[in-house]
């Protein structure tokens, strides 16, 4: 989790910096420079929490992260900062790159993995308790803004209006609420997501629905996942086709069976990349798609 936790932070101070200089850069455009002043003070306090969340962590390791931040995803926020640190040091910086720039890291995976380590910890550190809707105001003000500016209306509602790439239904399995989010979150382009937090809950889903893909822990209360599998075989005999354990304890037992059972497994935690590539797998099975899983 540290690593996560020091990823964020360092994002979120550049983040800050880049945004105070977009500031005075557009210092003449005063409703411009009031949004982006404010998206920084936002981003100060974002920083301050991952501080927080650090220094916690260190002092009470113990919580590990079910998914690990893989070269892509950070490569691909470095890109975007990167980029805007350059029009702003060569003066080429236009209205409509930095706001290009602002969706795609304030849309990006990035929030999503800032909410997973603030919720994990909000029972732990009292000031994270109302943080999360403090991140959902800070999209919202974004959405709000370049709704009443009309020269970016066409770039915000490409955003807005995202779409699945397919129509399949994904049914997400877990008693970790957290993991089920940041899940959801991850798979959402490319799918329609289900939630289940035990393997009763979801067999019962299973039973009304039709899913292309399953990402099912294992050791889960009321009903296990390997149980939840074994029950659901009778439903669907090909199960094993379209359904992906996620567990922290992958024991030399389970790998047998699930060799047997010639079905998929990942093993937490795992690159989030890899979770999306291994999904994207099961659902263009039998579809004519070629697997350049960065379209995702």
Known sequence: MIDIITWLANNEK???SIYRKAADYFHDDTDLK?????????????FYIMDRAG??????????AAVIIDSEIDERIKSILDGLNHHLAAGTLTRSFLCESIINAEFSEWNDIFLYVVESLKNDIDEFKNIGQAIQNHKYKVEVYYENRPEFKEITDKYKKLKPVWKDKILLVDDNLLIV?????VL???GNIDK???GTEAFIKLQENRYKLIISDIDMPTMDGITFFEKSRDLYPDLNEFFLFFSSDISQERKNYFNEMNVGYMEKPEHLETIRE???QILVKDRDIP???KQF
């Open 188 to 190: 959402s382009k490319i």
């Open 55 to 64: 220094d916690y962590y260190k002092g009470n390791a113990g919580y590990e």
């Open 34 to 46: 009031i949004f982006l002043d404010d998206l920084a003070d936002d981003e100060a306090l974002h």
């Open 278 to 280: 291994k999904a994207v």
């Open 14 to 16: 550049r983040i800050e």
């Open 181 to 185: 989010e940041l899940l959801a979150s």
């Open 196 to 198: 289940a937090y035990d």
């Open 291 to 293: 697997l350049d899983f």
